[in-house]
């Protein structure tokens, strides 16, 4: 008989990860999910097949159906909060896996609390924007006791990850160093993009040839990004798909952790800083894309580019 799973978080990256296993992890029961706004779960619910997802109307009694249970929320206070409430059910010799992007800390002292109550713990934060989860292709990052691992694995590469980097018998905490490092490179990625575009366009090189020239030598992420500038779509769409505060939360853990080894992170910083600069333009909606704007703002344009 497959374990039973219970999904808590249906984000941007929750709602593709979790469509993912439904459709092709070994399950032979309804995939439980939990959603704070329930709506989320109502529907995604309505666009898997019948009968492949049930709906728990707390993670009380999601834990108390599961034998594995995934959370992957925004930040490290919800984190936090939904690992007391799992917690606050009998866990011994059930799974859980945090996929949620936070800072070492914390990834450690909740893994502290989930072992102590009885319960096997994976740090598995992933890599990819949500286009690639709904698609099954992230990067998965899985870090803790081999065993613990081992549990993980079926619901990563094949499933929701093209790819998976093995952390096992490592300390948690490396596979969110891991990935808060490797997230300075998506944030310096689109600062980059950002520049160029503006220098292209001020410059009188126009953007268009200077969009050639990254789809032929960076096709993937940075064609994307470069894409969503062009079009405003940094812009123009209702939801982010990399909202501002989640961008600014993870250069600040960057910065933290750069901190304590005695390295600055002098791109990260001009980043963030731009980010600051979009916050306070649009608010909250701002994506992290929209970095294009405040470069724009900054280098005398309007921050909308039509």
Same mark, same amino acid.
């Given at each position: ?165 093995? &952390?096992?018998?490592? *300390? /948690?905490?490396?596979?969110? @160093?891991?990935? +808060?490092? !490797? ?33 032929? &030598?960076?096709?993937? *992420? /940075?064609?994307?990004?470069? @894409?969503?500038? +062009?079009? !405003? ?48 333009h649009v608010g909250e909606k701002g994506d992290i894309a929209g970095i ?8 005398g344009l309007r921050y909308e580019n039509e």
């Amino acid at each position: 008989m497959a374990p039973r799973l219970f999904w808590i978080g249906l984000g941007n990256m929750g709602r593709g990860m979790s469509a993912n296993i439904v459709e092709k992890a070994d399950l032979d029961q309804p995939l439980l999910i939990y959603n704070r706004t329930k709506q989320r779960c109502i529907d995604l619910s309505e666009k898997l097949p019948a009968g492949k997802t049930e709906i728990v109307d707390s993670i009380a009694e999601g834990v108390s159906k599961a034998d594995i249970i995934f959370n992957i929320l925004s930040n490290d206070a919800v984190v936090e909060a939904s690992v007391a409430e799992i917690l606050k059910n009998d866990v011994k010799g059930k799974l859980i896996i945090e996929c949620s992007t936070i800072h070492p800390d914390t990834t450690e002292k909740i893994a502290q609390r989930v072992e102590a109550a009885g319960a096997q713990f994976v740090a598995a934060p992933v890599f990819g924007a949500p286009a690639m989860a709904d698609a099954g292709q992230l990067v998965g990052v899985l870090a803790g006791p081999k065993a613990s691992v081992d549990r993980a694995r079926p619901y990563f590469k094949g499933v929701t990850a093209k790819a998976e980097i093995n &952390m096992s018998d490592e *300390p /948690y905490r490396k596979a969110l @160093t891991l990935k +808060l490092i !490797g997230n300075t490179f998506v944030l310096n990625m689109v600062e980059q993009l950002a520049e160029g575009h503006v220098l292209a366009e001020k410059s009188g090189l126009g953007t268009e040839y200077l969009h050639q020239w990254i789809e032929g &030598m960076f096709p993937g *992420p /940075y064609a994307a990004y470069s @894409t969503r500038m +062009l079009t !405003g779509d940094y812009y123009k769409r209702e939801y982010p798909l990399f909202t501002v505060d989640l961008a600014r939360k993870d250069a600040g853990h960057a910065m933290s952790l750069a901190k304590e080894a005695g390295v600055r992170l002098h791109n990260v910083e001009t980043g963030d800083a731009h980010l600051a600069e979009l916050k306070a333009h649009v608010g909250e909606k701002g994506d992290i894309a929209g970095i294009y704007g405040a470069v724009r703002m900054e280098n005398g344009l309007r921050y909308e580019n039509e």
